[in-house]
């Protein structure tokens, strides 16, 4: 019997009826940003066009976007004018309909109220919406594999309630938490010299910039797998637990539980393999328990939304910082990942785009009066010369980036060219060499292996290319690769060494 109602595949009429929304809410939310800055931060932060059930909200959301991008201030005037720009305003109900929103915001206290029931009724609608698309889809064919329907239906569904999902900053205590119960599971098979802005952490690195300042974007470039991430993190991680000073870090490539580990191996110096696998030793398992402990009363905030786009960042900057008044630096990880949101819809290329990101982070930096360090990639015309020392030339995608930066800091390091080679080989093969007579690379070898473990630390030359309000020069830095931290060298040894890179520079 069941298989001849199938055979009939006739879908039966359903009454129709308007999928969930509410008016009042959406005009309410809508005159809280025409009123409040941090209402209209929140907004662009926490919904999308899309949430907004009535097609003028939705014109409205866009014009509260175009205009934060344009640094213009939103209000009842300005929104009007843009709305006659684009001939939208008799669509939305003209400016009476604007006054309507402002006059249904009883008191900006319940804003959040209303966000969250836009929130709600946008993710009914989509949630309802998929379950008639998959209805439609049992109803209007034979179903030849019913398990291939069922996954393709339980991810549209899941698609559904996901789509509208804003991601908010974790916590470190949160992601400390999240590790804790990952490290409980059993085992698988010197003092800073005064600087004028935000310490770096490394008393060398403030000589040279005099710290991290505020207004001001930093660059930090270099090829893949050098030591981007970790110095940023390093960065990060002095600042907010040695300084208590708040960090919030946008994560594009890496989750907030791959970033709390990074920061738990540079805290504890346990290898990141070990913490990965869990193989600890009693030894190491006290040290990242204090570690837990040390990284849960940092004020760390991630942010983990794959495919960010820099109106986002811009928004949960301010909103963040107005929670969270003493907001000292913000990190974005990296440029490469990050969208303007407009370049499909305008037709730009990749280094168009590249250049709002990077006047956006700049403006950001200035807007919130903090640093905001951006990190990116170097091109690969960088493998083709034979001294590949990176230049401010080889920044990818976009001249602008060096044009926008106050700051430009490159990292290299030998071993990352030379295979890493064991030192140890090296210096056997020139035994019986002076060290005069050594070239500088050779000279090099025997002062890093007099210096540190070789096996597991790179040296790794901290190159400030460009700095607008002061000097620029390169300092030293031990990168210790197995859990991830970045140690100062001797001030002697870093003088020596730098003699010796000099040279090297002029061969």
Not at 40 to 64: A, G, H, M, R, W
Not at 111 to 125: E, K
Not at 179 to 208: C, F, H, K, M
Not at 211 to 232: H, N, Y
Request: hydrophobic share 35%.
């Amino acid at each position: 019997m069941a298989n001849n109602d199938k055979k009939t595949n006739k879908k039966p009429k359903q009454a129709a009826y308007a999928l969930p929304h509410n008016s009042q809410a959406e005009s309410a939310v809508i005159g809280s940003a025409l009123l409040s800055k941090d209402c209209l931060y929140t907004i662009l932060s926490e919904l999308v066009p899309e949430d907004f059930y009535e097609p003028k909200n939705q014109i409205l959301y866009n014009v509260f976007a175009n205009l934060v991008n344009k640094k213009v201030a939103v209000d009842t005037l300005t929104v009007t004018e843009e709305l006659m720009n684009i001939k939208e305003l008799n669509n939305i109900g003209g400016v009476p309909y604007l006054q309507e929103c402002t006059d249904l915001v009883p008191a900006l206290s319940s804003f959040n109220f209303y966000v969250n029931i836009v929130r709600d009724q946008s993710t009914l609608r989509s949630m309802l919406t998929a379950i008639r698309e998959i209805d439609n889809d049992y109803r209007s064919g034979e179903i030849e594999d019913v398990d291939l329907f069922l996954r393709d239906s339980e991810a549209k569904f899941k698609k559904a309630l996901e789509r509208r999902r804003v991601s908010t900053f974790v916590k470190m205590s949160e992601v400390t938490k999240q590790l804790q119960l990952i490290l409980d599971e059993p085992p698988a098979d010197g003092d800073e010299q005064e600087v004028t802005g935000l310490t770096t952490g490394y008393d060398s690195l403030n000589r040279v910039t005099q710290g991290f300042q505020k207004g001001e974007l930093t660059i930090i470039a270099a090829r893949p797998s050098v030591g981007k991430t970790a110095i940023a993190l390093n960065f990060a991680y002095n600042i907010a637990t040695r300084k208590r000073i708040p960090v919030a870090i946008f994560s594009a490539e890496m989750s907030s539980v791959s970033l709390g580990s990074r920061l738990l191996g540079i805290d504890s110096g346990v290898p990141l393999e070990r913490i990965k696998d869990r193989h600890l030793t009693d030894n190491q398992k006290v040290l990242i328990n204090r570690s837990l402990r040390n990284l849960n009363e940092s004020t760390i905030f991630i942010d983990e939304t794959p495919n960010v786009n820099i109106l986002d960042i811009v928004a949960k900057s301010h909103q963040l910082q107005a929670k969270n008044p003493d907001l000292g630096l913000i990190i974005v990880d990296y440029i490469g990942l990050v969208s303007s949101g407009q370049s499909a819809k305008n037709g730009d290329s990749r280094q168009e785009e590249v250049r709002k990101i990077s006047l956006a982070l700049k403006a950001l930096a200035r807007e919130l009066n903090i640093p905001v360090i951006g990190i990116s990639q170097l091109s690969r015309n960088v493998e083709q010369r034979t001294n590949k020392r990176p230049l401010l030339s080889d920044l990818r995608d976009s001249g602008s980036i060096e044009q926008d930066a106050d700051v430009v800091i490159l990292l290299y390091r030998e071993d990352y060219y030379d295979g890493q080679k064991d030192t140890k080989k090296k210096l056997k093969e020139l035994e019986g060499d002076e060290r005069t007579n050594m070239s500088h690379r050779q000279a090099m070898a025997q002062l890093l292996e007099s210096s540190t473990d070789t096996k597991t630390t790179s040296l790794t030359e901290v190159n400030v290319a460009k700095n607008r309000n002061g000097k620029t020069g390169k300092v030293l830095l031990f990168f210790n690769r197995s859990h991830g931290r970045f140690n100062q060298p001797p001030k002697e040894w870093e003088e020596e060494a730098l003699k010796l890179l000099k040279g090297e520079d002029i061969d």
